[in-house]
């Protein structure tokens, strides 16, 4: 088991401050690694070389982000996933494509899943944003996660979403942020943020992460 690093300190980060990090992956230059792409903006408080030792390391911790593979001994990342996501975002950072594992990760309670080939801005971009609360995919997996949003809308019924909740809907399966999707479809970041927020209470969930939850859940009958 990996033991903690130093760093970051105790409470939760505010605006300005570094995202605190968890990384958890039984292979030692990979954890090297991914602290070198951080780089500022982020500070690594913990690591761990498998899935106990993670779940250890984040309740002694509690950070902004855990940031996790998908395969380590102790039960894998889907272990972490299971113990620990109501305390911290947990972005798995793997190399498999399946969609089988997405869905498990994704049905566990993860917030993100992003393949270890990403370029290193764009890794930097989307866990600043899971650690935000927003869920992140990797562009190659969009299209599993859209196909379970699809689904879930048509399970609406009752209550179906307007065309605007849906098109909202859309773009946030495709992982874009709130001025991301204003950009898209000509309103504001805040209007953006209210249709959000209706597509949640018409489904009677909480966070937009749980729309990607509810989805897999709901989707694969």
């Known amino acids: 088991m990996a033991g903690a690093v130093a760093g970051g300190g105790s409470g939760r980060r505010s605006v300005a401050a570094a995202v605190r990090v968890v990384l958890a992956d039984d292979h030692a230059l990979v954890r090297a690694g991914l602290r070198a792409e951080l780089g500022e903006g982020f500070v690594v408080v913990g690591e761990a070389d498998d899935a106990p030792g993670a779940i250890d390391v984040v309740h002694a911790h509690q950070p ?16 972490v996933v299971r113990a620990v996501a109501p305390e911290a975002p947990i972005v798995i950072l793997t190399v498999s494509e399946a969609e089988r594992d997405l869905l498990d990760a994704v049905a566990a309670g993860a917030a993100g899943y992003l393949l270890k080939t990403t370029p290193t801005g764009e890794l930097r971009e989307q866990l600043g944003r899971a650690a935000a609360g927003e869920p992140v995919f990797s562009p190659s997996l969009a299209a599993l996660v859209l196909g379970e949003f699809r689904r879930m809308a048509r399970a609406v019924g009752a209550n179906p979403m307007s065309e605007r909740e849906r098109e909202v809907l859309t773009l946030v399966a495709r992982g874009a942020s709130y001025g991301e999707i204003g950009r898209e479809l000509g309103i504001s970041p805040r209007t953006a943020e209210n249709h959000v927020r209706n597509i949640l209470g018409k ?11 509810y989805a897999v859940e709901h989707g694969l009958g």
């Open 203 to 213: 489904l009677h969930l909480s966070r937009r992460a749980d729309l990607v939850r």
């Open 64 to 79: 902004d982000l855990v940031v996790c593979d998908l395969l380590m001994p102790g039960g894998g990342g889907l272990a």
